[in-house]
């Protein structure tokens, strides 16, 4: 992938000029951004990940590695009942989530040698959606997802119900550090990356709050705290 300063660069050389220097960066006198929750522990960090996600809506289920599955298990049957379509990670397959998943719902795992059309007619009528997330945000409760051949962003966009999977030592503390990793993975994103928090919602009409519009109406953080 080309860097920001090589894109530059090409242009500017088309255009017959120089390739400008980068500026020095800024020097600023409070870093607000980076000493929001400096210091804390991961589990002080968990700590404010879950009460944030339960003040946007989200519901928050906390297990460990082992019981995953069960745990995955009983939010399904908590969650609308329906089809499912699963995100292809190797968490998932390691732990063959597929497999449970089918005994009690119709499940798709989100073929990576099918066409878009075929993956995306699926979860347009699956009721959930479960996929694994890059990164969690502590500050706004927020995940961070990437897309890619076996994980489209209709996993989590289209279902009524979403499950995000997370790892309790991939929060960070707030978007700064969000974006600086998405920085130093700049040669190998994938096509999509979304900062996603809690269920969709807009308020644009009338102040009037109306969950579900944009995506899923409902979201569940399952955090696994030794991961």
């Not at 297990?63 to 049957?77: D, N």
């Not at 051949?149 to 979403?162: D, Q, Y």
């Not at 700064?176 to 130093?184: L, S």
Request: aromatic content about 4%; overall charge neutral; proline content about 7%.
């Amino acid at each position: 992938m080309m860097t920001t300063h090589e894109f530059i660069g090409t242009v500017s050389r088309a255009l017959g000029r120089s390739t400008p220097q980068a500026p020095a960066p800024l020097v600023y006198r409070h870093s607000v951004h980076t000493d929001v929750m400096r210091g804390l522990s991961q589990d002080a960090l968990a700590k404010e990940f879950v009460d944030y996600s339960r003040t946007i809506g989200a519901h928050v289920v906390e297990t460990t590695r082992s019981q995953l599955p069960a745990s995955l298990i009983q939010v399904v049957k908590d969650s609308p009942a329906g089809s499912i379509v699963v995100a292809d990670d190797p968490l998932l397959r390691e732990l063959g989530i597929v497999r449970l998943l089918r005994a009690i719902a119709p499940v798709q795992l989100w073929d990576v040698d099918g066409t878009p059309a075929e993956n995306i007619k699926f979860a347009e009528k699956a009721r959930i959606g479960i996929a694994v997330a890059r990164m969690a945000l502590a500050e706004s409760g927020t995940v961070l997802l990437f897309s890619h051949a076996g994980t489209g962003r209709s996993v989590t966009l289209l279902p009524e119900a979403t499950i995000y999977i997370i790892p309790q030592s991939l929060i960070r503390p707030r978007l700064t550090q969000g974006m600086a990793y998405v920085q130093e993975q700049q040669n190998d994103l994938p096509p999509c990356i979304n900062f996603v928090s809690g269920p969709s919602a807009t308020s644009d009409i009338e102040l009037v709050r109306v969950v579900g519009v944009h995506g899923p109406m409902h979201v569940v953080h399952m955090l696994v705290t030794d991961l």
